[in-house]
């Protein structure tokens, strides 16, 4: 990357896992507030943690920059139009074809379509002065082919590049990408950004081994931590021993790519979380089962509640209500003592509220979370955990919940005010 492609000149700042970041207050001469912005990700697919993030950066946008046209880049334009009045188009143009324009885009290999699609990504970015790409795991393939979301991000960034249009990536996800053209792709896009900032240091550390010049680029935390959070009720439960709730975070978790044919891996998941649910039921605790994507709904009513609900011990209650979003998932998860989960944003959602949090991840960022959290003991992987190891953490948690719960509230005012210095900037150099 050339110096005049360089990420907007400042001194390097220091990641939140070693001391909170400092923006310089100037950056050089403040730019005149965008006027067109467009905002690209999986939105409007029904995961809550990725509306999270788009909600966040709406929120920032129409209070300080009122006056600007927003437009969202996404999977589901109609959804999101909806949940967030906000006009939107689709990231694809070329799954609209019909007729006998789909049949030469197939008998042509598709390419005719992904010509299409960077054509209109073309035509939509010389319009617009920004392309914000806010948070979410956007730079891994989890359940990608190379010709989904990594060419999609590549053609989105390449068409903004040539229209002139600033690109800036906002606390985002990065890695593992195990596919080599997505890496390609994906890592080809990050490089033509102009503003990059991690959630986390191994997302940085991702992209400093695949070649991208970090050494400009910030780790700031998760843009959903920026969100407000529910009234917590006080819990009755304040002692070691007495009945608690549990909240069990379920997902369809079929594999990294979801090409889990067999079933194997996600029914070897599922036999688990059932076995761990039991236990907490027979030790007289209450279960409260929690969602992080509409997708998942009928695996945690279907699947799981099925097969745990036949035998119940007397007394003991299994909760399971609709969540339509994570303000929905956070309101649940108040509801709760401790918070036993799988997806990244109900590990967030559990420590926003400040609940003691056991995570069973599929990917390094859970783990990376947990360790800045202090409770890097609490994490595990989806496939390998031990429900005996799972059922003495949740007794270790409940004799230390008051200390866990202060330790998590340190970090997250340290999170809060690292995330409220990044959109100083942010304002100041590229909006």
């Given at each position: 990357?050339?110096?005049?492609?360089?990420?907007?000149?400042?001194?390097?700042?220091?990641?939140?896992?070693?001391?909170?970041?400092?923006?310089?207050?100037?950056?050089?001469?403040?730019?005149?507030?965008?006027?067109?912005?467009?905002?690209?990700?999986?939105?409007?697919?029904?995961?809550?943690?990725?509306?999270?993030?788009?909600?966040?950066?709406?929120?920032?946008?129409?209070?300080?920059?009122?006056?600007?046209?927003?437009?969202?880049?996404c999977a589901g334009p109609a959804r999101v139009a909806v949940d967030h009045k906000i006009a939107g188009t689709l990231i694809w143009p070329s799954r609209n074809l019909a007729g006998w324009a789909l049949t030469l885009h197939r008998m042509l290999l598709r390419v005719p379509g992904k010509l299409l699609d960077l054509v209109a990504a073309f035509r939509i970015m010389r319009r617009h002065d920004v392309l914000i790409v806010p948070g979410t795991g956007i730079l891994d393939d989890f359940g990608e082919r190379p010709t989904g979301m990594p060419l999609s991000i590549f053609l989105w960034c390449l068409a903004a590049r040539a229209a002139g249009a600033r690109i800036c990536m906002i606390s985002i996800g990065a890695g593992p990408i195990g596919n080599r053209l997505s890496r390609f792709l994906m890592v080809s896009g990050a490089r033509l950004a102009h503003f990059r900032s991690y959630r986390d240091q191994i997302s940085k550390d991702f992209m400093t081994e695949a070649g991208v010049d970090t050494s400009q680029d910030c780790v700031t935390p998760d843009l959903v931590f920026r969100m407000p959070t529910p009234d917590r009720p006080v819990n009755s439960a304040i002692g070691g021993g007495e009945r608690l709730t549990i909240g069990v975070g379920v997902m369809g978790y079929r594999g990294w790519y979801g090409d889990d044919a067999g079933g194997a891996v996600f029914a070897n998941y599922m036999e688990k979380l059932a076995r761990f649910i039991r236990c907490l039921t027979a030790s007289g605790h209450d279960v409260r089962l929690l969602v992080g994507d509409s997708g998942d709904d009928h695996v945690a009513i279907e699947t799981l509640l099925a097969s745990v609900k036949d035998d119940p011990p007397e007394g003991a209650a299994m909760?399971?209500?609709?969540?339509?979003?994570?303000?929905?998932?956070?309101?649940?998860?108040?509801?709760?003592?401790?918070?036993?989960?799988?997806?990244?944003?109900?590990?967030?959602?559990?420590?926003?509220?400040?609940?003691?949090?056991?995570?069973?991840?599929?990917?390094?960022?859970?783990?990376?979370?947990?360790?800045?959290?202090?409770?890097?003991?609490?994490?595990?992987?989806?496939?390998?955990?031990?429900?005996?190891?799972?059922?003495?953490?949740?007794?270790?948690?409940?004799?230390?919940?008051?200390?866990?719960?202060?330790?998590?509230?340190?970090?997250?005012?340290?999170?809060?005010?690292?995330?409220?210095?990044?959109?100083?900037?942010?304002?100041s150099d590229c909006l």
């Open positions: 990357m050339t110096q005049g492609d360089a990420v907007l000149e400042h001194a390097p700042c220091e990641t939140h896992q070693s001391a909170p970041q400092r923006y310089p207050a100037e950056t050089g001469s403040r730019r005149a507030p965008a006027r067109r912005i467009a905002i690209f990700g999986l939105f409007g697919v029904g995961n809550h943690g990725n509306e999270g993030s788009l909600e966040v950066v709406l929120e920032m946008l129409r209070r300080e920059r009122p006056d600007a046209e927003l437009l969202c880049v909760a399971v209500e609709p969540i339509a979003s994570l303000h929905d998932l956070m309101r649940q998860i108040a509801q709760t003592d401790i918070v036993v989960a799988t997806r990244f944003h109900n590990i967030v959602g559990a420590l926003k509220m400040g609940k003691p949090t056991i995570s069973l991840g599929y990917a390094r960022k859970n783990d990376a979370l947990m360790g800045e959290m202090g409770l890097a003991a609490y994490a595990h992987h989806v496939e390998h955990f031990d429900v005996g190891t799972l059922i003495r953490q949740v007794a270790d948690l409940a004799t230390r919940r008051a200390e866990v719960a202060a330790q998590i509230a340190a970090r997250l005012n340290a999170f809060r005010e690292q995330l409220r210095l990044q959109e100083q900037r942010l304002l």
